[in-house]
């Protein structure tokens, strides 16, 4: 089968070849010339060859006019038989390593194809949604996302020339929908760069926020899902899960780790019973306004920096990959609102050159890692951790519903975790455009 895909003509040289060098070496250096007295036969002629050549040009008139002694003669310079060899070693090597840049490739495709629909059949085997494989998975989180998210936010951050501005921002809106006129400054001129242009304020009052609403929504974008997070899997999208305690962490304090009571559970605020726990997610597409608000008016206590991957945080992405949210970097502030615990967390994503929080000077996302390719570390237990409002001497970190919190640098996520009264009742459906101030649920009976 081998010899039926390897032309040996091109790719393969035959054994003589190599085997006749090496006889080379062992063979005298130089052949003693021997005198000729006399007639010779043809074969002895032929043997010796430069007798022969020494004799036709004895025999030249022309050449009995010079003397003979100053008359060099020239000798063809001899191949080295070790330079010859290793001149064959690398033609084979190099021979070989064609054929396989050739058809390696085709062969990774088929293998892929094969593990796909494998991992397929599984899939509608146990009635589930067709998700990653474990292999799959590993294989995506192998790609250089981190450096070529690092060039892109280099290259994002360039100077832009005025006259180019309208040409690349005009075909970028067009490409993603962008909507200028609700930007503070619609001129493409205006923005020096990319992502002065991601990132671009919006004008006043453009952005209402509804003040009856307990929660509003703190970005634009696209709701992925929403609904209870009572359980210790809850779902990104439809049918695809991750884990809370992998996404949040270890428990803030011991008293809540020795409860006794699940993760979810152990997280409220209050244990009457009263409340439950809900998420949202909301996925900001390139075309998006970038920065993100404030849903409530809350307290934060804690800062994790989870430094995970940089996935892509797509829809399509989101319901393929099943803990996306847990492998990808993340920056996420849990505190406390008036209806108990409540945690906001922006979640990084390929080409996010960075996410920012104004509030957080010292926070650094999208560090340099090197090229440490391949390497995931646990991130439920890898992650920088800072308590705020610790000094009473500092005025305390709050914010406000509708507030300015931060911007990122591409289109991302964020994920909204909270505690709420069971009758809480979200007001959007999966799927639905949504803006900044915006409702996203209310609570039944309450005025």
């Known amino acids: 089968m081998v010899s039926y895909f390897v032309p040996r003509g091109r790719f393969l040289l035959k054994a003589g070849n190599l085997r006749q060098v090496v006889q080379q070496q062992h063979q005298p250096a130089q052949l003693q010339l021997q005198p000729i007295k006399g007639p010779q036969p043809q074969a002895q002629n032929a043997s010796l060859p430069v007798a022969r050549h020494l004799r036709q040009f004895s025999s030249n008139p022309a050449s009995k006019e010079a003397p003979l002694h100053h008359r060099r003669p020239q000798h063809k310079q001899q191949p080295n038989p070790s330079q010859e060899l290793a001149q064959i070693r690398r033609n084979i090597l190099s021979r070989w390593t064609g054929f396989l840049l050739r058809w390696a490739p085709m062969g990774i495709c088929v293998f892929g194809a094969i593990e796909w629909q494998l991992q397929k059949n599984r899939c509608e085997k146990e009635g589930k949604p067709r998700t990653a494989s474990e292999l799959q998975s590993r294989i995506y989180c192998s790609l250089p996302l981190r450096i070529i998210s690092r060039c892109w936010g280099w290259l994002a951050a360039c100077y832009l020339p005025p006259s180019l501005r309208p040409y690349v921002y005009g075909w970028y809106s067009n490409t993603f929908d962008v909507n200028l006129s609700e930007a503070m400054y619609p001129e493409y001129e205006h923005y020096n760069s990319l992502a002065e242009f991601f990132t671009r304020p919006l ?51 011991v008293e809540q780790a020795n409860s006794g009571a699940s993760y979810a559970q152990a997280l409220k605020k209050k244990s009457d019973g009263s409340t439950e726990l809900y998420q949202c997610v909301i996925y900001l597409a390139p075309g998006d306004y970038h920065r993100f608000h404030s849903p409530t008016a809350w307290k934060p206590t804690i800062r994790r920096h989870f430094s995970g991957e940089l996935l892509s945080v797509s829809p399509k992405v989101a319901g393929w990959l099943p803990g996306l949210f847990c492998l990808n970097e993340r920056v996420l502030y849990m505190g406390q609102w008036k209806h108990g615990f409540f945690s906001y967390t922006a979640v990084g994503a390929t080409n996010v050159g960075s996410v920012e929080i104004y ?89």
């Open 359 to 447: 509030m957080d000077a010292d926070l650094k996302t999208n560090r340099w890692t090197g090229f440490n390719v391949g390497k995931h570390p646990p991130s439920t237990y890898e992650y920088d951790e800072l308590v705020l409002n610790k000094e009473l001497t500092e005025a305390p970190k709050e914010f406000g519903k509708g507030d300015l919190v931060g911007q990122f640098n591409m289109g991302s996520t964020i994920v909204l975790l909270f505690e709420a009264p069971k009758n809480f009742k979200f007001d959007i459906i999966a799927g639905q455009k949504i803006r900044v101030g915006e409702s996203l649920g209310h609570i039944v009976g309450s005025k």
């Open 203 to 253: 004008k006043e009052g453009v952005r209402v926020i509804d003040q009856q609403a307990p929660l509003v929504s703190p970005a634009d974008g696209k709701v992925l899902h929403f609904g209870s997070a009572s359980d210790s899997l809850i779902e990104q999208v439809k049918g695809v899960s991750y884990s809370i305690e992998d996404f949040l962490g270890p428990l803030e304090t």
